[in-house]
Structures are given as structure tokens and as C-alpha cells.
Nanobody, 115 residues
Framework: QVQLVESGGGLVQPGGSLRLSCAAS????????MYWYRQAPGKQRELVAT???????NYADSVKGRFTISRDNAKDTVYLQMNNLKPADAAVYYC?????????WGQGTQVTVSS
């Protein structure tokens, strides 16, 4: 059974940084794209960042220049480095992994940005 385990969320002051991790465990093969999403209270879940199997990345306009997505294929892990955090970045962050015909989601990790 495949599980995605997220970590790295927490409370940070505006302007601070956090690094989220999402590690896949279990029998997961042929991971292609890996994603980070976020959902703030009362809002729809939004796509934050994407990284393909070839390492190409894409970002939401609201995080460009501040967030960096990366992956370690040997560890089946995707990361999200978040710098210069703003109160508007506060949300539950979810990772998603596509492997063949399958779609997996993490359980979410809370990011709070407040002074």
C-alpha cells in the first residue's frame, strides 16, 4: 500500500522560510509528475508547484521567485522550499504523486504565517 508522508509544516513569521517534504512509501513505481497544492480555509484547493520526471518545474504566479520545488528520485521524495513567506501563504499543503495510472495524495501539513 502506497502512502505519502508529509512533514515540515509549522508556524513561521512573515518573511521566514519553511521546507516541506513528501516521502512516498510502499510499492510505488514509475513516478512521473509530483505536485504541491494548498488549501486555505474557505477557499478551493490550488496548485502551487509541479515537477515532472525530467525535472521541469512550474509555479503558480503567486509563489514564483519565492518557492522552489525539487525531487529526489532515489528517495521517492518531493520537496517545497518556501522563502519570504507571507500571511497569504497560510494553508494546508498537500503533495500529490502520479505513478502510471495511479494518483496519490498526502494527508496535508499545516503552514501558518503570523507574527
Amino acid at each position: 500500500q502506497v502512502q505519502l508522508v508529509e512533514s515540515g509544516g509549522g508556524l513561521v513569521q512573515p518573511g521566514g522560510s519553511l521546507r516541506l517534504s513528501c516521502a512516498a512509501s510502499g510499492s510505488i513505481f514509475s513516478i512521473t509528475a509530483m505536485y504541491w497544492y494548498r488549501q486555505a480555509p474557505g477557499k478551493q484547493r490550488e496548485l502551487v508547484a509541479t515537477i515532472t520526471s525530467g525535472g521541469s518545474t512550474n509555479y503558480a504566479d503567486s509563489v514564483k521567485g519565492r518557492f522552489t520545488i525539487s525531487r529526489d528520485n532515489a528517495k521517492d521524495t518531493v520537496y517545497l522550499q518556501m522563502n519570504n513567506l507571507k500571511p497569504a501563504d497560510a494553508a494546508v499543503y498537500y503533495c500529490r504523486v502520479v505513478a502510471g495510472p495511479y494518483n496519490y495524495w498526502g494527508q496535508g501539513t499545516q503552514v501558518t504565517v503570523s507574527s
